[in-house]
Nanobody, 123 residues
Framework: QVQLAESGGGLVQAGESLRLSCAAS????????AGWFRRAPGKEREFVAA???????SYADSVRGRFTMSRDNAKNTVDLQMNSLKPEDTAVYYC?????????????????WGQGTQVTVSS
C-alpha cells in the first residue's frame, strides 16, 4: 500500500513557475513508476508527465519543454517543475503511482492516487 500527498500548488501569473511535490509512504517507492495528471474544470483528466522506476521520463506534448519531472528515491518524492506557466495549465494536479510494467501515460492503469493540488494561472 502506498499513500501519496501532493503539495506546492497555488496561484501564479502567466509566465511564472511552480514546483509540485508528491510525497509517498512506504520504503519501496523506488520500485514504483509515478505520474502527474491534471483535470481542468469541465474537462477530462489528462496525462501530464511520468517517470519510470528506472528514471526515464515521458511528457505530454502540451508541457514538453516547460515541465520537468524528477524523483528523489531517498526522500520518497517525485517533483514536477513547471516553468512558463500558461492559463491553460490551470487545473487540479494529481500524483499517481504503480509498480510493474504498464502504460505510464494511461491514468486508468495506476493503482494509487493523491488527493490533488490546485494550480491556477492568471493571465
Amino acid at each position: 500500500q502506498v499513500q501519496l500527498a501532493e503539495s506546492g500548488g497555488g496561484l501564479v501569473q502567466a509566465g511564472e513557475s511552480l514546483r509540485l511535490s508528491c510525497a509517498a509512504s512506504g520504503r519501496t517507492f523506488a520500485s514504483y513508476s509515478a505520474g502527474w495528471f491534471r483535470r481542468a474544470p469541465g474537462k477530462e483528466r489528462e496525462f501530464v508527465a511520468a517517470i519510470r522506476a528506472g528514471g526515464s521520463t515521458s511528457y505530454a506534448d502540451s508541457v514538453r519543454g516547460r515541465f520537468t519531472m524528477s524523483r528523489d528515491n531517498a526522500k520518497n518524492t517525485v517533483d514536477l517543475q513547471m516553468n512558463s506557466l500558461k492559463p491553460e495549465d490551470t487545473a487540479v494536479y494529481y500524483c499517481a503511482a504503480r509498480r510493474g510494467i504498464f502504460s505510464i501515460t494511461a491514468g486508468s492503469q495506476y493503482d494509487y492516487w493523491g488527493q490533488g493540488t490546485q494550480v491556477t494561472v492568471s493571465s
